[in-house]
């Protein structure tokens, strides 16, 4: 949350907090390694917010968005500090939202692919990740009543995110975290942001 400084009847102040960012996501991938060429693998994933102000009532943990997908992965490079991979399978998402009186469902193809490497002598490490849905069927694709994201579900969607990580001390990172987005649902447009701040990192094993 950021504050924003005003003058309030010549009393300089600070204004209430308001959110310029929230995001929570989390994901689980179990991976079989049977020596083939590809792996089975099978994964969930959750995304929400803390708070959502889009109505007049703020409402916490929501929107939700649940996703299961499984298929076969395939790791081009795995070395101690490198990874590549990539993965394609069905996908099946849930949305549920408390502003909405129905939730909603889709289904269809999903490609992932993965790489992270360090840079400058260990220093900076570089994770980015390529998410490509394409949804083949939608609950409301034929209910004319709801326009909401009926028009443009069978688009692609684009995530693609990257994250740049310097270390700063051994417990201390910096991150640079920038996503580019391309929904139709949302926008006919490609969508960016940029996230700078300050992390803690503690490594168990």
Do not use: C
């Amino acid at each position: 949350r950021q504050n924003q400084y005003r003058d309030v009847n010549n009393d300089r102040k600070w204004a209430a907090p308001e959110k310029s960012t929230d995001l929570i996501d989390f994901e689980s991938m179990f991976r079989f390694t049977l020596g083939f060429v590809v792996d089975p693998f099978a994964s969930f994933r959750w995304e929400s917010q803390f708070m959502d102000e889009r109505g007049n009532e703020i409402k916490n943990i929501n929107p939700n968005i649940f996703t299961e997908s499984f298929g076969v992965v395939r790791m081009f490079i795995k070395e101690e500090n490198k990874e590549l991979s990539a993965r394609l399978g069905a996908a099946f998402k849930q949305y549920f939202d408390s502003y909405q009186d129905d939730s909603t469902n889709d289904g269809g193809l999903e490609f992932v692919a993965e790489y992270k490497s360090p840079l400058a002598k260990g220093t900076i490490n570089y994770d980015t990740k390529l998410a490509l849905y394409k949804a083949l069927f939608y609950s409301l694709s034929d209910d004319e009543t709801n326009t909401a994201y009926t028009d443009n579900w069978e688009a692609v969607r684009m995530d693609w995110t990257h994250i740049f990580t310097v270390s700063i001390t051994k417990l201390i990172n910096l991150n640079l975290y920038i996503q580019l987005i391309y929904d139709e649902r949302q926008i006919d447009e490609l969508q960016f942001k940029e996230t700078l701040g300050l992390g803690f990192t503690y490594k168990l094993m």
